[in-house]
């Protein structure tokens, strides 16, 4: 006669319900994020045009794009190795307002992520707002309301030299009320490493940014 089937043993019965249980969340998991995802990402989308908004006034469009020595790449294209991102804003009439794009430096405390404007007429920076940061409150956080520091990105020099593959000047921050060139930032009094660390991620960022974009500032004109 056929052996009789053992019955299940508790720790046997447990293992499985928990199982069941898992592979239920996990499911429920993976439809929750597929169903989010798009809202995240519109919400992601919208945080970054008031950003971009905010930093080039006027503006009420904008694309994301790519630029490389190969030339201009659309959202959602394949951007080649060495290709640097940027946003391109345009007015109701659809005229470039200007060009924006994301730098970052190391702080006291953490990176100092920020979102710059540049002005290709002007060859110049002229937009400044902070993306994200976590220095010292009353202190290195007075890069984002502190009028002084902020009247640094009224005009920071963003001009190339001669042959076109660098910033002319690059941009560095000074002591505190020393600063007589465009291109320097006057350093914030007790918070200079975060003054620091704004100047070298624009300058980083700049740098590689503008010779790239210089060839096809007229390509980006009226929205094309």
Request: proline share 6%.
């Amino acid at each position: 006669p056929p052996a009789p089937v053992q019955p299940a043993t508790p720790s046997t019965a447990m293992v499985r319900t928990l199982g069941l249980v898992a592979t239920v969340c996990g499911i429920l998991l993976v439809l929750t994020y597929q169903n989010t995802l798009e809202a995240i990402n519109a919400n992601k989308r919208i945080a970054l045009e008031r950003a971009v908004f905010k930093v080039i006034p006027g503006a009420k469009t904008m694309k994301t794009l790519h630029v490389s020595p190969a030339g201009l790449v659309p959202e959602g294209g394949a951007a080649p190795a060495g290709a640097v991102k940027f946003y391109a804003a345009y007015d109701q009439a659809g005229q470039l307002k200007g060009l924006a794009a994301e730098a970052a430096g190391m702080g006291y405390a953490d990176m100092v992520r920020v979102l710059y404007a540049y002005n290709p007429a002007k060859q110049a920076i002229d937009g400044f707002g902070v993306v994200g940061h976590r220095e010292t409150p009353g202190i290195g956080d007075k890069i984002i309301f502190d009028k002084a520091f902020l009247k640094n990105f009224e005009a920071l020099d963003g001009r190339l030299n001669a042959a076109g593959d660098a910033l002319a000047n690059p941009v560095k921050v000074v002591k505190h009320g020393t600063k007589q060139n465009a291109w320097e930032i006057d350093a914030i009094s007790g918070a200079t490493v975060t003054s620091r660390a704004v100047a070298r991620g624009i300058n980083d960022s700049a740098g590689k940014l503008v010779p790239l974009l210089a060839p096809h500032v007229d390509k980006l004109q009226g929205g094309q």
